[in-house]
């Protein structure tokens, strides 16, 4: 009988701590809200909903990409690309997880983007309770999103430094995948409480 990976188990205990945290961090969202909802609907009515879900929809896309690249180092322990860089099917794992990277910075871009127009609309964290909320729930995401986009870099580098892409740094690259979806999912909860349940 084959034993379960022991980083692979140990991260994953370390997830659902993480999911502990966003539990609290959406307890406190609506416990706030239903404190005060008509402050929610004034406030409400600001967020940039169309925006919010094209950035969304890149961040769901990336974890597509994020999972090819696993695939590629799981199941055909390929790092890199094997031919042009514009032959997308002789990609590795490398190229996948770049693309990834980049469909993320895109996302944490566009919401420092939806925060300076919230700032300007008056909606900022010192602003009242819905201000506070809001930034404290989807700020505490990004910096996860950004703690994602690190460990990617991590990752191609631990590959770029291999001198045998093996079983090790495969498992490095699906631990990362498991953190990125991970953050994905929570996102996508996030964008159904805040922006789309009135």
Request: hydrophobic content about 55%; charged content about 15%; some cysteine.
């Amino acid at each position: 009988m084959n034993r379960p990976d022991s980083t692979t188990v140990g991260f994953i205990v370390w997830l659902a701590s993480e999911l502990m945290f966003f539990a609290a961090l959406f307890a406190m969202y609506f416990t706030i809200r239903s404190v005060v909802p008509d402050m929610w609907e004034v406030e409400a009515a600001k967020l940039d909903v169309p925006w919010a879900l094209s950035i969304t929809i890149i961040l769901v896309a990336s974890s597509f990409t994020c999972q090819i690249g696993v695939w590629k180092a799981e199941h055909e322990f390929k790092p890199s690309r094997t031919g042009s860089l514009f032959d997308i099917r002789s990609w590795g794992m490398i190229e996948w997880f770049y693309l990834t990277f980049i469909l993320g910075s895109v996302f944490v871009a566009g919401q420092v983007m939806e925060y300076a127009t919230l700032v300007s609309h008056g909606v900022a964290i010192n602003s009242n309770g819905y201000g506070s909320v809001f930034y404290i729930t989807t700020g505490f995401h990004g910096l996860h999103v950004i703690g994602g986009l690190i460990a990617f870099l991590f990752v191609i580098g631990r590959a770029y430094g291999a001198k045998r892409f093996g079983h090790r740094e495969a498992t490095f690259a699906t631990c990362v995948s498991y953190y990125w979806h991970f953050v994905d999912v929570v996102w996508v909860g996030l964008f159904a409480v805040i922006y789309l349940v009135k």
